[in-house]
DNA sequence: CAGCATCCGCTTTGATACTG
DNA sequence: CAGTATCAAAGCGGATGCTG
C-alpha cells in the first residue's frame, strides 16, 4: 500500500494494515492463533489465494506475522501474529464494537464462523460484579463452541468448557441479542435459543 | 468498496470505512468538527479532488458524515459527522495508539499538522491524580496550539488556553517523547523543547 | 474561488487455472 | 498443501475542465 506520508499515528497504522484484507488476516490470527495456510484462506472466506499470499508477504515484512519454523521435520508451516501484531487487539475490538450494531440486519447469506463471536463477546461483555470470583459461560452458535471466563474481566477460548456455569445455544444472532442485553430470554426461547444455569450469570456480563 | 460479506462486526465496518482515505477524512471531521470541502482537502493532504468527493458521498450514504445546511443564506456548506461517525472515535484512538510506534523513525518529509496531535494525546494521556481537580495543559507543537484538560479523564481542545497551568512547546516529536515518558525534561531542552509550570502537571498525566 | 466531474494511465483486486 | 501465473475488471492518482 502506498503510504499516505503524514505524521500521525492513525495514517501511519492504516500504511501497515489498510490494504484490503489485511485486518481480517490478523483477526483470524488473533482469534485462532498459529494457523497453515490453507486453514487461514479458510478463516478469510472470499479471499483470493494470490492476494492472501500477498498479503501475509507485506504483514511479514511489516513484522505483523511470522512465519513459525517448526523444529519438527515434515510439520506444516504455520503463520502466526508476532507481538507487534497482538497489539492490534484493541483496534479489532473497536471497530467489532462500532460494526456490530450492522449485525442484526445483515443478509442471511453472510459467511458466519463461530470463532468470530470471540471479538464483540470481548470486546463487549462485562464483569459487573468482581467480587463473585470465577465463572464460565459455555457459548454455543456453531462449531466450535466458545468458552467464555468471566472474573478478573472477560476472557475467551476456542472449545468446550470442562463445567460450565451456564450454557447458552441458539442462533449467533439471538444469542448475541441476548447476552447484549437487547432480547430477554422469553422471547429467545420462541426463537429456539436456550440457556441453562443461573440467569444471574447472564446478568452479571451483560453491557 | 465492495463488501466482505461476512458475518463479524470487524469485517461490517471495515465494509463502511475500509476504503483508503475514509478514516483519515473522519479522523479531521472528530478532531475538527464541521469543515468545508477546501479545509477538509487541506486537512487530508495527498487526497485527490475527485476521491475525497466519492468518499464523502459514501460516508454520506452510510450515515457516517452529512451535510449541515446553513439556515444562513450564502453561508458555506459544511460537512459534519453524525453520531454514528462520532462513534469511530475509539477506533481512531485504537489505531493512533497503535500506529503511534511508528512516528519516531517516520521521515522528516511527511506532512504533518499540529491538530492531529489531539488523538494520541487524548489515546494515550491518563490522569493518575483524579483528586487533584482541573488542570490545562498547553501542548504548542505548531498552529493551533492544543488544550489539554486534565480531570475526569483527558479532554483535548483547539486554540490557547485562557490560563494554562502548564505550557509545553517544541517540536512535535521531542513534545510527544517528553509528555509519554519517552524523554526527560533535561534532554528535551538541549533539543529546544521547553516547559514552564509545575513538573508535578507532567507526572501526572504521563502514562 | 469553492465544489465538484471527467478523462486517462497506472496499480490493485478478483477469479480461475496451474504447479512443485 | 501452499502457493504462482494470468488476465479482465475495478479502483486510484494526477491533471484538467466545468459550474454556481
Redesign the interface.
Known sequence: ?RS?????????????V?D?WS??IV?ELSIRGPLRYTDLQRGV??IATNLLADRIRELEQAGIVARAISEVPGAPQLIRLTERGE??R???????????S??AD??R?????AH?LT??LEATLRDRKPDRGRAVLEVRAGEPPIQVEVGDGIRTRLGPAPSPDGVISGD?RTVLAVLFGRMGLEDAEKAGTTFRGDPKLLRRIRP
Open positions: 500500500m499516505y506520508d503524514q505524521w500521525c499515528g492513525v495514517a501511519k497504522a492504516l500504511d501497515i489498510g484490503r485486518l481480517l483477526r472466506p472470499g497489539g492490534l484493541p483496534v479489532l475490538h473497536a471497530l467489532g464494537r462500532w460494526g456490530g450492522d449485525l445483515a443478509p447469506t453472510d459467511a458466519f464462523q468470530w471479538i464483540p449467533p
